[in-house]
């Protein structure tokens, strides 16, 4: 069974920096993998998807790695600001009873402070 | 404007009542799932749908049910058979690529499930 484990559990930052999430999962057999963010009490909002036979993908001061081989993932925000702070959440999807079916990590709250 | 819906926002269950939770998509999505957060957890699968009038069981399916009659609604019902219903209920959907996997995955906005 798929197992996502994501590291920091917390994190909490002075505005500017440039900060790493790292997302890390059991089975290598994966489709995609999707970050998304979420705001307390919201749903979940799609960040970047990576396929499996990308490496990374960029938006913005948003940039995700992929290295299906070693079953790692990272997010890279560069230059923080207050208006990050939300929860971090990886997604990856692999294949489940002849189905696609995503599986999360717990995710990675981030608050960035002025 | 295109999206998914999720009513009501907050939902209160009485001991031994059944309730419902409404989710439905304008997006023409085909795969629709629903999943439970607790506080402090990930995300866990409930039930996921990927063609009407089908669907399949994730992995903490008792005590829930569903239905997919029409492609745009897969409403979640919570029975009295799950003992501990409190949680934050997230739906979702996306379309499916030609081999079956998901494409970007779009989220409701969340009911918030309380009990009395």
């Known amino acids: 069974k798929q197992e996502v484990t994501q590291i920091p559990a917390a994190l909490s930052v002075p505005e500017g920096e440039n900060l790493v999430l790292n997302c890390s999962f059991t089975?290598?057999?994966?489709?995609?993998l999707q970050w998304f963010r979420q705001d307390p009490g919201k749903g979940l909002t799609s960040l970047l998807l990576?396929?499996?036979?990308?490496r990374e993908q960029t938006s913005g001061r948003l940039n995700a790695s992929l290295d299906k081989s070693s079953g790692r993932s990272t997010l890279y925000i560069a230059a923080s600001q207050p208006g990050d702070s939300a929860t971090y959440l990886c997604a990856v999807e692999g294949a489940r009873g002849g189905s696609y079916i995503p599986t999360f990590g717990r995710g990675t709250s981030l608050i960035v402070h002025p | 404007d295109g999206g998914i819906t999720q009513s009501p926002k907050y939902l209160f269950r009485k001991e031994g009542q059944n309730v419902t939770l409404s989710c439905e998509q304008n997006l023409n999505h085909d795969a629709m799932y629903w999943y439970r957060q607790d506080p402090g957890q990930g995300l866990r699968l409930i039930y996921y749908s990927q063609i009407v009038n089908d669907f399949q069981k994730g992995d903490i399916a008792e005590g829930y049910s569903v239905s997919r009659e029409k492609k745009e609604s897969f409403p979640l019902t919570v029975t009295s058979a799950q003992k501990n219903p409190t949680a934050f209920y997230l739906c979702a959907s996306s379309m499916l690529e030609l081999q079956g996997a998901n494409e970007k995955l779009f989220f409701g906005s969340g009911t918030q499930l309380s009990v009395l």
């Open positions: 990576i396929q499996s036979s990308q």
């Open positions: 089975d290598s057999a994966i489709y995609n």
